[in-house]
């Protein structure tokens, strides 16, 4: 019998899980989350995509906020998932 593959509402969204955050141009970026406002809503922060933007402990930070689960987001971009959905 195939194990069955949990719904994404039916796991618990805390801060520190980690999620994948799709910006608004659709670019995927393994983030963790800083907030929950909702079951499906919170902030996240990541890694950003500018290898020119460093400071003395790395690569910097970029935050987002209020950004909703993919099943509730009809753009293309702006919104988190969980790594096996994305």
Known sequence: MEPRKENAMERKLEIGKD???V???GERRNAL???VWSDIGCNVVFVTADE???DPYGRQTERAASVIHK???PAPGNFWAWPDEA
Request: net charge positive; no cysteine; proline share 7%.
């Open 33 to 35: 989350v800083t907030a």
């Open 71 to 73: 099943s509730q987001q």
């Open 23 to 25: 910006t608004p141009k």
């Open 52 to 54: 020119t933007k460093t």
């Open 19 to 21: 999620v994948v955050y």
